[in-house]
């Protein structure tokens, strides 16, 4: 709920041979609020040479990002987590290795909708105007209406709706490794359980009591692989394996109105239940063969997946905005397969350096979505979506100085993509209101080409430099867009030639460190971003208003800190110039349509803070 597009890393190491510990105190303030984070590590052996265990606990207390002060219930956005990481390595003998791993994950956010869509342009959203519906009279604007003339701030958006997302993450997995004298056997198996609700959806984007979304997901995931590997330094080393995947997933979307004689929004009624299934097969198999050419070698790889969807939804209909958004009855079963080649070939003349062709398939099963829609027939129309089929092109190089003072590596990629997956909208081609809700579609093909350079080097011991480029040319060929429907004749938009949304021109990362021989260290961090499409098409109703786009963007952070001991403590400033940032899709205003502006999450403000860390 406070994180970027809802993503969380999860990251704890390996318990060693030695008893090892950590415990981190880090705190962070923007924009008056604060953040406070204690993580710890404990990691062992609990018999010597036999069975290691380690334990990690995160427990996080935070204010949001960006703060609404409009809240009907005081809440202006919290997020507590707790996360707690077990992982166990027992070695019977010394052939057999087994790992066993698991992780609980709680999230409480009072005040917090997963994915907020916040005002891009605060002007244009302030200055909008506030109708009477009735009669179409202007009345006035938003910020003098429905605000009581109060400006939008530059980290703030308003909502009178009652907010509180959770989400519970339970994850466990064994893997085992057995080798052999021509070769080893790997076993893995992982279970997986996300249940995440989120009410606070405000349709209107304002703090005017009218309407709330609500969403909930509850999804299992089960997967296993079994792979057999030669034994590695051979003239001819090779792979074959399978690979099996079940998912069973339950969605939960519902809408309520605020009750005017309540003076409080109406409880969400149960709904019916929503319900899709998945279950992956794959075989697989690779030889690598050298070619007589000393660090000459060549892979040819073949993957064979089968994959089975289901979907069962029940049929009701829900008020949103203006209007009814009909979710169909559906009984549905789609099959896909494909075959998945892979080719490389990789020259290494010596320790140094490895030079690299390959080129791959891939892809994606088709599905069904949640389909709804204020007409029923697009709802029939957006009810499944078809698979996506990719070939990458590759070209790299990967270089470490001798002197291992660093290292360079350089790739180029091209890549085709027929049948491109992502979420849509359809809208009302005359006002930009959505009229289904997202939705995945397959629409598009894409061609993406580029390149990537990542380079590390230490002039001296204390100095580190490292740098990371990459450049994107992405766009969509042969993309129809169909916008919505005006009466029953669809809006189609073409898209071609247009870049993907989502799809930075670049990324860059500079970064410095110095040392200092008294313990003390300093580190400068350069990360600039490129233009970023928000959303696929342009305005129809208004053509002077273009694309969503996130403008290029230069983030400059900075680290200072002291050593001693067993101890650490760092100071650290992120986003020093407080840029505001668009970090996912952008909508028009989803109740009524093009207002003026865009509305999209919004990353984190300038953040200052330290972290103490004790190791043992």
Do not use: C
Not at 4 to 29: C, D, H, K, M, Y
Not at 97 to 102: D, I, Q
Not at 340 to 368: C, D
Request: glycine share 10%.
């Amino acid at each position: 709920a406070n994180s970027e597009a809802g993503l969380i890393i999860v990251n704890s190491r390996q318990p060693q041979a030695e008893l090892e510990g950590e415990l981190r105190l880090t705190t962070g303030f923007y924009n008056g609020d604060q953040s406070y984070l204690v993580d710890g590590f404990l990691g062992g052996p609990v018999v010597q040479d036999k069975f290691y265990a380690s334990l990690a606990i995160r427990l996080t207390e935070e204010d949001a990002f960006n703060t609404n002060p409009f809240a009907s219930d005081g809440e202006t956005g919290d997020v507590s987590e707790r996360f707690y990481h077990g992982r166990v390595t027992f070695t019977p003998t010394d052939s057999l290795t087994v790992k066993a791993t698991a992780y609980y994950l709680d999230v409480e956010a009072p005040g917090l909708f997963e994915n907020e869509l916040i005002p891009l342009n605060r002007q244009a959203y302030d200055n909008a105007p506030v109708f009477n519906f009735a009669t179409g009279e202007i009345l006035g604007t938003v910020q003098d209406i429905h605000h009581g003339g109060r400006a939008l701030g530059e980290f703030e958006y308003f909502s009178d709706v009652p907010k509180l997302s959770e989400e519970r993450d339970i994850v466990a997995g064994i893997s085992a490794n057995q080798k052999f004298t021509a070769g080893e056997l790997d076993f893995a198996f992982s279970y997986s359980h996300l249940k995440q609700d989120s009410q606070g959806l405000d349709t209107d984007g304002t703090a005017f009591p009218f309407q709330a979304g609500f969403s909930a997901d509850d999804d299992k995931i089960w997967s296993a692989e079994l792979r057999y590997s030669s034994q590695a330094g051979q003239a001819i080393e090779y792979i074959v394996g399978g690979y099996w995947y079940r998912e069973e997933r339950i969605d939960d979307r519902n809408i309520t109105f605020f009750n005017p004689f309540t003076n409080a929004y109406n409880p969400f009624s149960p709904i019916p239940e929503q319900r899709s299934e998945g279950e992956d097969f794959a075989v697989f198999g690779s030889l690598t063969a050298q070619l007589g050419v000393e660090g000459l070698s060549a892979t040819v790889g073949l993957r064979y997946d089968q994959a089975e969807r289901t979907s069962s939804q029940q049929g009701y209909t829900i008020a949103f905005g203006f209007q009814e958004l009909t979710f169909l009855t559906v009984e549905g079963e789609e099959d896909y397969q494909e075959w998945l080649p892979r080719f490389v070939l990789s020259y290494e003349p010596n320790e140094f350096s490895n030079y690299y062709l390959s080129a791959a398939r891939g892809w994606i099963p088709g599905g069904f979505n949640l389909a709804a829609a204020a007409d029923p027939s697009v709802a029939e129309d957006i009810l499944s979506f078809d698979e996506e089929s990719v070939w990458s092109y590759e070209a790299g190089m990967k270089f470490r100085f001798a002197d291992g003072k660093g290292y360079l590596n350089l790739a180029a990629f091209y890549i085709e993509s027929d049948g491109w997956q992502e979420i849509q909208v359809d809208v009302d081609p005359d006002t930009g209101a959505i009229t289904t809700p997202t939705h995945l579609a397959t629409d598009a093909d894409i061609v993406s080409m580029g390149f990537e350079i990542e380079a590390l080097y230490r002039p001296i011991e204390a100095l580190t430099l490292s740098a990371a480029f990459g450049y994107t040319d992405a766009e969509y060929r042969d993309y129809e867009f169909a916008i919505g429907q005006r009466g029953q004749v669809p809006v189609v938009e073409d898209l071609g030639g247009t870049a993907v949304k989502l799809g930075p021109e670049y990324d860059l990362n500079l970064s410095a460190r110095y040392t200092f021989g008294n313990g003390f260290f300093a580190e400068a961090e350069l990360n600039g971003v490129g233009d970023t499409p928000l959303e696929e098409r342009s305005r129809a109703q208004d053509p002077n208003t273009g694309r969503a786009v996130q403008e290029a963007v230069w983030l400059y952070n900075a680290y200072a800190g002291y050593e001693w001991d067993n101890f650490l403590i760092t100071l650290y400033a992120e986003n020093i110039s407080d840029e505001r940032m668009a970090s996912g899709l952008a909508f028009a205003n989803l109740l009524t349509g093009w207002d003026g502006t865009f509305y999209a999450p919004i990353s984190l403000p300038r953040v200052l803070g330290f972290e103490l860390t004790m190791k043992f």
